[in-house]
Nanobody, 125 residues
Framework: QVQLVESGGGLVQAGGSLRLSCAAS????????MGWFRQAPGKERKFVAA????????DYADSVKGRFTISRDNAKNTMYLQMNSLKPDDTAVYYC??????????????????WGQGTQVTVSS
């Protein structure tokens, strides 16, 4: 059983930055692509970013391109999401997830099987 634990969320003013972390249990972290999703109140969970097993390939939602950076440290079983120039529209619960597809995952929650419990990010105007 894989466990994913997010941390680093909080309250920040517009224009500020936060760094989210996702710590994974087990010895197979480097074997899977990983992703970040977010869910605002009353809305569907949406794709934010994904990273390949080695970290060499990444993908971003258009809404966060140029502001967010996904990365991973396989030696530490940890994935990160650096969020800069935050906007009130970025307010959501952020979830990390593990992809089960053999290649690079689509920007869809259907390509992911394990999820963390989420961390709240609130951006005030």
């Amino acid at each position: 059983q894989v466990q994913l634990v997010e941390s680093g969320g909080g309250l920040v003013q517009a224009g500020g930055s936060l760094r989210l972390s996702c710590a994974a249990s087990g010895r197979t972290f480097s074997m899977y692509a990983m992703g970040w999703f977010r869910q605002a109140p009353g809305k569907e969970r949406k794709f934010v970013a994904a990273i390949s097993r080695s970290g060499g390939n990444t993908d971003y939602a258009d809404s966060v391109k140029g502001r967010f950076t996904i990365s991973r440290d396989n030696a530490k079983n940890t994935m990160y999401l650096q969020m800069n120039s935050l906007k009130p529209d970025d307010t959501a619960v952020y979830y990390c997830a593990r992809s089960f597809v053999p290649g690079f995952p689509r920007p869809s929650k259907n390509d992911y099987d394990y999820w963390g419990q989420g961390t709240q990010v609130t951006v005030s105007s």
